[in-house]
């Protein structure tokens, strides 16, 4: 049986890597062409790859940093690791937040280092599709692999994001140009729609381009829903939506008579007005034009492994995200157990970050917040996050130094094979350091705790 | 493990050995079961107690890419079945919850604590089968397996339509090697391309010729796949959801199904959703005495039940035009709908069968009746396709209900009388199954029917998978609470208390096979799939612990 | 000359590119800091390509260089900037207990700097 990991050629100190897998976006194409210069250690050729994957590629370079920092200063990886297990072991009410850049393999573990601590996981996924999740919890969805969608659709509509520049390759791949089964003339068999506030790079490739109001996603879903069932709908929603009615039912009549159907939604839903609202909408759209066709609603994940985030919490505890411990059995709340909250309310005492930015890229009260509690970040590279932690890990990469299982966001697992070797640890070996550091910790804890009650009762 | 065990005193029923109640020792060496121990050996005094091979569950629906859309789509089913993380002595125990789809942890906890020490998760498409395997990896205890769902597969199909058998003997052992999986599942044979392709239309005929492969029917792929298995020996036969799945008047179609094997070996599953009269779109009648007798006559044939318990219920299955049906006659609206390329459909929607319906109690019924009008335990054996019919944690009420007749009277009183009356009245109600045959419809015969040798038994060389129940008139209690679960010959439960984890291992075959297929796969695969052909096999990495369970030909 | 807009933060390119090399160089920071602004409501508001813009939310402000943009690209009354720093410093607290602020859809006071 053929292993994942070797599929490489090598002449010299360079070497082929073939179907390597870019972990840039949640695309996850596994078709990169890696050339390696083994003696320099950096990617010179990426091919097939797209301007992403090509930046994420081509810049690799093992960067001469400190395996970790504490307070800013460097220090052994087996340092910072004593000094999360210290901060961790002792917090009241602890966060791991991220996830969406690593592996399932590590997030396994961090699900388990949580569940252990009694503190609470949340991923990416919060600020991303969370919504979604949300929404899929009161009207389920009808969704697809990306080749079932290849093969089959001749009508794709865009809602509310843009594949363009930030899913590259989601066109040529998956959905517009990609010759599928039933769609061997590529584009020329498919309809493509694209409903947006704005005209973005991806409107090009639309046949048709529908402008929605900014805040009115939700009223066009819903107008569109009735005039599926062919209710009656108030006029006056082409003012409210800025989508005259002729488009909207000639939409309609195009969705209901296609053959195999997809709606692909982004984050111009889930982060405005209306939000899981706004998923839910979407969602029943889709099932509800099975009634005529094959119909699809599937969102479009940003992360290489966002989606795998949701699949391992959701396995483990029954929850895609926002899960806290703390009673000794999995809760999911979001809004109370979501990572902006737990920081913009100041619940959290201590963070964990895996693999991601929320020094960047979260809101200025959660920042603020993080700046007061003890963090602990991994990651490749330094980070606004690292910049305000305690303890900041310098981690290999997934994807390029590190194997392991990264889910594309039509939940298809893929198996990432590696092209260079680092000197730095993988955030799985750093979980699992932290995991055992833990355990010994809290033991200690407990027992110094049952010595001290006894000490009382004697007294 | 280098540890040994020995079991006193216990009343022992091990039928694949003969061993019908007696009192005997169970000797366990290195998690084996071995003829005998040195005489200082710690003991486990079963006086008073049943002594069983461990459970094993021959279809369930437990791991991977549906299982996990399931519990996404219902914090309802689980936020009030919690499971708790437990410090034991030497290790911790995971938390979770529970509900009709367990998380991974409490799965796997749940089983052994019913004394269940194998299950067999019963569809995957192959190539969601990393996801399938790490979540069976992350289910703890029990030695668990899958089967991948081989009947929409297109490549398949376009080799069958040019009678390229031999080539399909080479691609189906090339695939269960590829994912690591235990044998083929075929579900609702042809029913995924007019579905996909055709705006959700159905499929109803045997000879109904397939959307977009004129020289298909259902029947051509069910004869190619049971011969395709047995030719390759594999230890589990073909394993079929027939066609019809919970249409009225479908037994005809089960029948037929049977049929068109031919005297060769096949597994029908959860057939008591396959046993129906009535006309079309009308009200369903129970066809299980044509069934039961169909199969008490044709050896070849095996069976699980399929039994729904009242209740709640998650139905998840690959046959996703039937998932669309059901959502007519479910008052939960949600409906989740998900394709798999070149290989699968599936559906999802939460389901309660409900006493006072007419369907519902018609094939709670039905099912008792198979497994009452079974001659044969051994071909019949006991499941409720968890989540479908009813979660695995309902398999101690169904035992009493089959080991005690006032028990099950009682039942029979409180359900819709319509659907039940004509049924009430046969003799076989009467019938009362022994601990002998409950010991071979839920461990001896699905081991059998697994071709599991070192399972489902108590003699030497069988894996030391051992439960042990307190004798009890409420059989019931007595299947709910075990007072040891043995699982590699560790104590997991002593005494009624969870004692210790332990890590299974997944059991999957690997037939040989003609690498010059791998050339007519991978452009298949490169032209309609999207991922590489050579990152479509999953590595060693996703099964660490496992078991090849070899073929008859190797 | 106070004017209420509503900016929209997305992805783009340049700035996926930008982050990977590194958020503290130049062209991350670049792409991150330029507001694009439709071509009309810029003449209306006396503004030119490259001028500085002060962003005020409820949240937070920000200044950052604007662009133009035709109508037909970018509708009167609407802004878009990638995803930076500036965005998280304007972007909602409240996540209404969905987990989720509203990043996408931020009503801005806009003024002119320099």
Redesign the interface.
Known sequence: ?????E?AKSEGNIKIV??A?CTFCGCLC??MVLTVDVDAKKITKAKNACVLGKALFLNYEEEDRPFALIGGKEATTAEAVEEAAQILANARFPIIYGMSDTT?ETQ?KAV?LM??LGGTIDSTTSVCHGPT?MA?????????????I???ADLVIYWGGNPAESLPRHFA??AVTA????TPNRKKDRTIVNIDVRHTKSVPVADIFIQVKPGADFELLWALRALVKNRHVDPNIEKKTGVSMKTMKDLVERMKNC??GVLFFGMGLTMTRGRHFNSAAILSLG?DL?E???F?ATPMRGHGNVTGA???V???????FGVN?SR?????NPGEFTATDMFVRGDADAGLILASDPGSNFTQAAVDHMKKIPMIVLDPKYTHTAKLARVAFTTAHYGINV?G?A?RSD?????LRTCLDSKYPSDEEVITAIYRRV?QLLIAKKRSKGANNKRQKAA | MGSTLRIVNGRVHDPANGVDGKTRDICIKDGKIVKSVPPKTKCVDAKGMVVMPGGVDIHCHI?G?K??IA??????D??RD????MELEKI?T????G?T?????TTGYRYATLGYTTAMEAAAPP??A??TL??LD?TPVIDKGFYILMGNN?LLYKMLQEERHEEIRNAVAWWL??TKSYTTKLVSPGSDEP??????ATITQLNDKIDGFEQLTPRKIITSMVNTVDDLGLPHPVHIHCNNLGHSGNYKTTLETMKAADGRRIHVTHIQFHSYGGKPDGEPTSKAPEIAEYINNNPNITADVGQVMFGKSTSMTADAPLA?MLTRYSND??????????ESGCG??PFAYQERVYTHALQWATGLELFLLSKDPWRMVLSTDHPNGGAFTSYPRLIRTLMDREFRKQQMESVNQRAVAKIKRGHHMEREYTLQEIAIITRAGPARILGLKNKGHLGPGADADITIYDEHEDKELMFSAPRYVIKDGRLIIDNHEFRNNHEGKILHVSPLYDEGIEDVIRPFVE??????F??Y?????YAPRREVIPTTKQ | MDKTMILVPGRTTKQGVGLIDSKFKKDYREATTTVEINVEDMARLGLEDGCKVKLRSADGVVTVKCTGRRTEDLPPGLMFIAYGPPTSKLMGKDTAASGMPLSKHLEVELKRVS
């Open positions: 049986m053929m292993r994942v990991a599929k073939e179907d897998t596994d078709d399932c396994r388990g569940d252990m999740g899929l919890q009161g009207v389920g969805e009808s969704t697809a692999t990306l080749g079932e290849k093969n089959r791949r998956y010759k599928g089964m039933y053959r195999y099932s099975n005529y066709t094959h699809i949701d699949t391992v959701a396995w483990q505890t029954g929850y895609p411990f000794g059995y999995p809760k999911f194997p299982t889910y939940g298809v697992p893929i198996e355990e | 791991a890419a299982a996990n519990r996404k789509l219902q914090p309802d689980h936020r919690i499971h708790r993380r911790n995971r938390s979770g919850t509900g789809v367990p998380s991974t942890f190539l969601l990393r996801h790490e979540e992350d297109v090697n590829a579905w996909k392709g055709h705006r959700n669309w609206k949600r409906w989740v709908n998900a394709d798999t390329e070149c999802i929607i032209d309609f799939y999207t991922i590489r050579d990152n096999a999953v590595s060693d990495h």
